[in-house]
């Protein structure tokens, strides 16, 4: 790019970028940084644009690109599937480069606003290109901008590979999980007209304060604080609430601590084993509409179903049209993320985590009393110990520092759950964690004793009335027949057993999205529908969608 850039400042102020003279091109002198080389920048970026190796599917993240310089190159080199994602945290120095970018027309070259957080441009980058586009994330630093907020950069470049691991892992559950997702939430439609509103939940839990529980081993030592007091052994003479995870149901239960509500979301049987034992316990369940349909009949409560749109589908669209989708939350990735969601949907009081550990110990996954630990104990013997070292070491662990300052263990996985946490409620001011051996969540953190202070000493919050409203058995009976007459068109039109113009064959796909949106090379994606291998695949799909909604 050779031509003369926009002219800034030639002020000696130090509140204004001051432009300087280069041999070939030109520098940007600003808060007493030559932020471009004062000999020839042009030269510079160039050079290390040809160092670069570039690579397919790959995000480019580019601080501060002030001129432009070298981007042009780049362009040049990159693939159709690749792009630049220029970031300026400063004010003054991102209008000179969105008038210096204008002239690089190219569709794969972006300029975002970094000076409110790193949030709105993980937004920005999510909107624009998806959650799968790319399979890395690569850091360009062409100016010596980039020093102005280095920690702002740096930060937004983590949290970007976080959102793309993330995104990509999302890919592969819906890929496994996607089907089993919708034919459960075809499953669990007949029990909307049976499901207590969540707007009836916020009556009951008022301006309480609530203890969210998770499984992690940090739990046994608050629970067996609680315990002592008869006042928590009911509901009713509880001057707080409890929410908490189906995991951590029989650590509750063998200190006979009656949760408010338990958060279920597992798709799959192997969460069942949580209620072993819980036959008649008739605690209220919050199922999501996706999770195994055996798991209503466990408690013998209340149910409460909420949903969790895991990809977009125009199925949640009609069902929201028809008044029949039940309260939503983002997919979080994790049943005590979701926990921690829904207290803080249902109650206007403090919140206090606990169990939430993200990490473990050597002889310790989850809480006394919880299905592992149960298991646990039930291998001991002489010739196998408690310590699992097979799992306490295996490959990717690693030794994290804990809220206390401790050393502790922890895996990818569960430290990925922990970044989610933080993005998702660090800046909750409701939201409290408790001190232990836990990973940092990003919040605020209450000693055990001032924990249960606030959660004893709480005033009376008595239940306020509530009706909840009604979902007729007819309004879902009528939504299955709409479903099904549009599976049994895309059956005919797909079996040549009816002919239809390419718009309304593409108009059904469309439609019945849920037939097709865990194919691998569908993720994210709009249907083919001149793809013969595609249209045979989704004719397999029909009949068992069929045999579900009859």
């Not at 009604?470 to 549009?486: G, P």
Request: hydrophobic fraction near 45%; proline fraction near 7%; aromatic fraction near 8%.
């Amino acid at each position: 790019m050779t031509s003369s850039p926009t002219r800034i400042s030639n002020t000696s102020s130090e509140d204004a970028p001051r432009q300087v003279s280069a041999r070939r091109g030109f520098s940007v002198f600003y808060k007493n940084k030559a932020l471009l080389s004062l000999i020839d920048p042009i030269a510079q970026a160039e050079r290390l644009v040809a160092s670069l190796s570039v690579s397919a599917k790959t995000l480019y993240v580019c601080p501060s690109p002030l001129y432009a310089y070298g981007l042009a190159s780049l362009l040049e080199r990159l693939d159709a599937d690749s792009a630049v994602l220029c970031v300026e945290a400063d004010e003054q120095l991102f209008t000179l480069a969105r008038e210096a970018l204008g002239a690089l027309n190219d569709s794969r070259l972006c300029l975002v606003f970094a000076g409110r957080g790193t949030a709105p441009v993980r937004i920005f980058v999510k909107n624009r290109w998806g959650s799968c586009a790319f399979r890395r994330v690569e850091l360009l630093r062409l100016t010596g901008g980039w020093q102005l907020f280095p920690a702002l950069y740096e930060e937004l470049l983590a949290a970007l590979r976080r959102d793309l691991l993330t995104g990509l892992s999302n890919a592969l559950t819906l890929t496994r999980l996607g089907r089993l997702y919708i034919r459960n939430a075809v499953r669990n439609l007949p029990l909307l007209a049976h499901s207590l509103s969540f707007g009836a939940i916020a009556a009951r839990f008022g301006a309480a304060p609530v203890l969210v529980l998770g499984a992690g081993p940090s739990l046994d030592a608050v629970l067996d604080c609680l315990a002592p007091d008869p006042a928590v052994h009911a509901r009713e003479t509880r001057p707080f609430r409890i929410v908490c995870v189906d995991t951590s149901l029989g650590a509750l239960r063998a200190r006979d601590i009656p949760p408010d509500l338990v958060v279920a979301l597992e798709s799959q049987h192997w969460n069942l084993r949580d209620f072993v034992g819980l036959g008649g316990w008739n605690a209220p369940l919050a199922m999501d509409l996706s999770a195994l349909p055996a798991t209503k009949d466990t408690l013998g409560g209340e149910l409460a179903l909420f949903a969790t749109e895991w990809t977009p589908l125009r199925f949640f669209t009609r069902l929201k049209a028809a008044g029949l989708m039940p309260e939503t939350f983002p997919p979080l990735g994790s049943v005590g993320l979701s926990a921690v969601a829904i207290a803080l949907r249902v109650s206007v009081g403090t919140l206090v985590v606990a169990g939430l550990d993200f990490s473990f110990t050597l002889d310790h996954y989850h809480a006394r009393g919880t299905p592992s630990h149960r298991e646990l104990l039930r291998r001991q013997n002489r010739l196998n110990s408690p310590i699992n070292a097979a799992a306490a070491f295996r490959a990717g662990t690693f030794i994290a520092r804990s809220k206390s300052g401790l050393p502790t263990r922890s895996d990818p996985a569960l430290n990925t759950y922990r970044n989610l946490f933080e993005d998702a409620f660090s800046g909750e001011p409701r939201l409290y964690d408790i001190e232990g051996p836990g990973l940092s969540l990003g919040l605020n953190t209450l000693s055990i004793q001032a924990t249960l202070a606030l959660l004893r000493n709480a005033p009376p919050a008595p239940a306020k009335p509530f009706v909840s409203p009604r979902i007729e058995a007819s309004t879902i009976s009528n939504f299955i027949q709409n479903e099904v007459a549009m599976l049994h068109s895309l059956k005919a039109i797909l079996c040549g057993d009816r002919s239809a113009s390419p718009e309304e064959r593409e108009h059904l796909l469309l439609a019945c999205d849920y037939l097709w949106a865990h194919f691998p090379d569908r993720a994210g994606k709009a249907p083919l529908a001149t793809d013969i291998s595609f249209l045979k695949r989704v004719r397999m799909e029909i009949d068992p969608m069929l045999r579900l909604f009859s």
